[in-house]
């Protein structure tokens, strides 16, 4: 964030979240979410594929999306709410976009994504840092 006051930003690293994997639009999550029905409340899971996520610190979102008896259903939640009780990684998936909006034209097997194989650390600690073998000159 760019343009954004360091009170602000102190403000909000106070009420940021450290609980929550690290994910990505195309990985397969499930979400614990707090549901109050009849002044009782309850958690109910809910697992599908994020096809969206906004990374604004203490105002971050990410969008799930799963099929429920042949109907996409959606879901919008607050990284950092309270309603949000726990995120589960399931499994990573391979794309190549940020924003998987176009699932929702898509069913059936045109609607898979590829699993992606290791973990997300290692791509960043191998891809970004400095090779430790020596280069042939």
Do not use: C
């Given at each position: 964030?760019?343009?954004s006051n360091p009170l602000i930003e102190a403000i909000e690293a106070s009420y940021k979240r450290s609980d929550?994997?690290?994910?990505?639009?195309?990985?397969?999550?499930?979400?614990?979410?707090?549901?109050?029905?009849?002044?009782?409340?309850?958690?109910?899971?809910f697992q599908g594929v994020c096809i969206h996520r906004k990374r604004g610190g203490a105002r971050g979102s990410f969008?799930?999306?799963?099929?429920?008896?042949?109907?996409?259903?959606?879901?919008?939640?607050?990284v950092n709410s309270p309603r949000v009780v726990k995120v589960e990684l399931v499994s990573r998936g391979k794309v190549r976009k940020a924003k998987l909006y176009y699932?929702?034209?898509l069913s059936g097997n045109a609607?898979?994504?590829?699993?992606?194989?290791?973990?997300y650390a290692n791509?960043?600690?191998t891809s970004g840092g400095e090779s430790s073998e020596p280069q042939g000159d």
């Open positions: 964030m760019s343009n929550v994997p690290e994910f990505r639009p195309g990985d397969t999550i499930r979400v614990h979410a707090k549901i109050s029905e009849g002044g009782k409340d309850r958690i109910q899971v969008t799930v999306r799963k099929i429920s008896h042949g109907v996409g259903v959606e879901r919008v939640w607050a699932l929702r034209n609607a898979r994504i590829r699993a992606r194989l290791g973990g791509e960043l600690l």
